[in-house]
Structures are given as structure tokens and as C-alpha cells.
């Protein structure tokens, strides 16, 4: 190849390269509806999981069932759920419109807080679960609660 | 008490205890439109990380999030799925109207076998997203959705 055409041929190359690129986020990149529509669905996840425990630490206690509720509110919970609070999904509709308030896509420092807490209160029930002891895991429960409604009380519109 | 009356105390307060636990049970019982929802949330929450898994061995590859996914995709599997598909779901409306046959209903044997198969590999899968072997996670979540794939020809209605 002519030296003086390799700068622009690799230009040109770069620009294909960046524009493929490009073209395969776009086409990857879920929409804002599909979006709001998986965190809906996590926090429903969430609700049977930790309704599941509820009805156990407060009726007959099955520790295999506790066991993979709160594996499954654990993982949910350290899935990384912020990806779906992401730019362009802070209004819109999923299942339904989203309750998401405009202030839990300002206050980042705040929100990350209050994510880390649920993920952290989530882990140790997933551990306390394996142990069996029912009072400690009805008062993980508790805590675990408070997390979500810490984070609804002030980022979630009321029904 | 009078030793002929305690016979007939002891039914009554059985029955009472029997009346309650019912009540009690048909106020805790989530509808079956609640139990369509959850399942159609947990499906949805499977495809959106089964997407990340893939958009991870497909492009740049990130640890740490493949094993959050993964950790995601197999406690969902193995959270006790089958509770969501219980009598009085063969038809009706969660998020929208269920795309379960009605086979689904009474090839227990069969869709039990399915569903081993899917919780399995998904177990797998979040073993080897530790390792970070790119190819064996990219091979894994091929045998995965081959269990998804296998499960839904057969029983869940086309689109």
C-alpha cells in the first residue's frame, strides 16, 4: 500500500470498526420499556420470595423453602439492578407506568445508599437461612423490610 | 370441666383451630393472577440476564458481571418455580395472558424433568462464571437455553 494512503485507509478502517460497533449496541441495547419492564419484574420476584419467608417464619417453617426464597432475593438483589434505572427509563411503561419517582434518578449517592443496604440486609438472610434459626431470620426479615420501604418511602409513588 | 362435655369442647375448639387456619390461609393464598405475574416476572428476569451473559462471552467479557447474572439465572431456577404453575393458573391473566398449554398442566412427569434439566445447567453456569473461562461459559449458556428452548416447544404457545 501507498504510505501516504495507510494513515487514511487505517482511518477509514477505525471508522468502519467504530461504526459496526455502533450499529451492534444499538441493536443490542434494550429499550427503555424493556427496561422498566425487568425491574418491575425483579421487584415482583422479591415480593413472592419475601412473602414466601414471611409465611414461613410466621406459620409452619420449612428451611428448604427459606433457603431458596432468600437465595433468590439475595442474587436478585446483587444482580446489579441500577442497569435497569438506566438513562431514558425515567418515565415510561413496563407492565405498567412506571413508580419510579424522577428524584431516584437525582439523588445517585443517596439511591446507592439505600440499594446497598437492601443487597447487604438480602445477603444476610440468604446466610442467616442456611443456619435455620427461625427468630434470627424473622428479624433479618425485618430489616430486610425496612430497606424496601426506606427506599419507597421516598423514591416510589404510592399506588 | 364435666368429663362428658370435654369430648365435645375438644371438636369444638379443633374446629375452631380448623376454621381459622383456613381463614388464615385464603387471606395468605396469592390469586392465581398474582401467581401468573410472578412466574411471567421470573422468566422475564432470566431472559434479561441470560441476555447479559450472552452479551458478555459474544463482546468485551466482564467477571464480575457474568457471575451476577449467572448467580441470578440459577437461584431463580432453583427458587421453587413449579409453586407459580399451582391448580387454578392452567388459564387467566398476569401481566398478560399466560402462554403455559395447558400440557403443561398434565405432563407432570415430563415438565418436572424439564425443569431438573433447566435448574441443573443454570447451577452449572453460575459454577463456571466463578472460573471466568470464557469459552466453557459460552458453551454453558448454549446447554442452558437449549433447556429453555426444550421447555418452551413444547409447552409454551408461540407469540
Not at 477509514?12 to 450499529?23: D, K, N
Not at 418515565?91 to 443496604?117: C, M, Q, R, S, Y
Not at 440486609?121 to 424496601?148: F, I, M, N, P, S
Request: glycine share 8%; aromatic share 6%.
Amino acid at each position: 500500500m501507498n504510505k501516504r494512503l495507510k494513515p487514511i485507509a487505517a482511518t477509514v478502517l477505525a471508522i468502519g470498526a467504530l461504526a459496526a460497533a455502533a450499529t451492534a449496541m444499538a441493536q443490542q441495547a434494550p429499550k427503555p420499556e424493556q427496561l422498566i419492564k425487568w425491574r418491575q419484574s425483579a421487584y415482583q420476584l422479591v415480593a413472592w420470595n419475601t412473602g414466601r419467608v414471611k409465611a414461613n417464619v410466621d406459620g409452619t417453617y420449612n428451611k428448604d423453602d427459606v433457603i431458596k426464597a432468600a437465595n433468590a432475593i439475595a442474587a436478585i438483589a446483587n444482580s446489579g439492578l441500577g442497569a435497569l434505572f438506566a438513562a431514558g427509563t425515567e418515565t415510561g411503561k413496563g407492565w405498567h407506568d412506571t413508580a419510579a419517582k424522577p428524584e431516584l434518578f437525582k439523588d445517585g449517592a443517596k439511591v446507592g445508599e439505600l440499594a446497598g443496604n437492601f443487597s447487604k440486609e438480602a445477603t444476610e438472610l440468604a446466610k442467616l437461612a442456611q443456619g435455620g434459626d427461625v427468630a434470627a431470620v424473622k428479624a433479618q426479615l425485618g430489616k430486610l423490610q425496612r430497606t424496601c420501604k426506606a427506599c419507597h418511602d421516598d423514591y416510589k409513588a404510592k399506588d
